[in-house]
Each structure stands twice: as C-alpha cells, then as structure tokens.
C-alpha cells in the first residue's frame, strides 16, 4: 500500500537554480494538492489539480509551476528557487468527495541557500 | 474565504492528563471537519472527521463534535499517553474550489511520562 509517494525526500538548491518536486499516488484520485508547511502557519496550498490535464492556483502559487500530465503524478516545479521557498512541502490526494479525507506523503524538505 | 482558528501552543501536558484543542472555523455552506496528526518527520494523518452538524468523530480516544451553532471542532482527550505527542491540525474541506483543504495553524502537543 504505497499511497501517496514523493521524491526527493530532501534536498538543497542555491538561489536561482530550478528543480521538480515529484508526487506520485496509486489510488486512481482525481484530486491533487502541493501545500507548503511553515512553522506557525500551518499548511498552505500552493497548486491543485481536479483532473488530468488540469491544475489551478491555490493561496501561495507565486514562483511555482504544475504539471498533471497523468493522473496519478503532480508535478511542481521551482523555475528559479529563492531562499522564501524553503520550506516543507507535501503532496495529497483525495477522491472527488468532500466530505472524504486527503491522504498525504511524507514530505519534501527543501533548503534554498 | 473559508478559515480555521486553533488554540495557540505549544500545549504541553503530563500523562494521563485531560486534554483539550480548541478549533472554530469561519465558512459559508457546510463544511466537512476534520482533525489530522503528525508526527515528527512524517506526513499528516487523518485523525477523525465529522461531517454535518452534530455529528461525532471519534478514533484512538480521541473525539471531537461538530457544533455548527458555535462553529466549532475541538478535539478531546481524557487521558493522553506520551505517544499522542505530536502536531495536530483542524481543517475544512467545502465543494466548491477544488475540494481543498484549509487548515489551522496547528498545535503541537507534548505528553511528558
């Protein structure tokens, strides 16, 4: 029961580089999420998708891209990484449901020099 | 918009101790609630649910109402046990926008033996 998967687990980046953070779930979820966690703020969503093909702006999108190419993996991309985008971030999923639970990895956490 | 409000912590408790999370929230139409946990470096988990008023959710002896006419989700315990330290986070999920999740500030809670 893998669930929701994501890679890296950590990792460092300098200012100004780029990177791809990688969400992969096996649940056949319509639904996508990347939040960022920062201590005191509790999570924020930076991206959502309803659907394949599909992707949406969430509160905090500023400096980040999506892609769902398929539906079981979300994309999110840092084109130009900053040292305010270090954080903790995770992926969820959840069925069209809403009054279902998301089901979440286990974290990115990603340190922008 | 939709919001969540949690008691500040941290909150920090001896074993067997009675505790208490407040949570109130602040949405139009009819929210489903939740409560999730985390742990140290792991992914958040769904704790319990309710989702219409009055309505119940309960799970690990952890319980928490939902009370639409106060707008609020807290969440109790009577008698917490070292392994319930951890973060825990009060959040909504409407219909509409993506069926996200908006989430607290989180509180975390430490039991000492």
Redesign the interface.
Known sequence: NAGVTQTPKFRVLKTGQSMTLLCAQDMNHEYMYWYRQDPGMGLRLIHYSVGEGTTAKGEVPDGYNVSRLKKQNFLLGLESAAPSQTSVYFCASSSTLYNSPLHFGNGTRLTVT | GDS?TQMEGPVTLSEEAFLTINCTYTATGYP?L?W?VQYP??????LL?A?KADDKGSNKGFEATYRKETTSFHLEKGSVQVSDSAVY?CAL???TS????T????TQLTVNP
Request: no cysteine.
């Open positions: 969540v489903s939740f999730y470096g792991e992914g958040l988990q769904l649910k989702t986070f999920r409407q219909e993506g069926s996200r999740l989430f607290g500030e989180g």
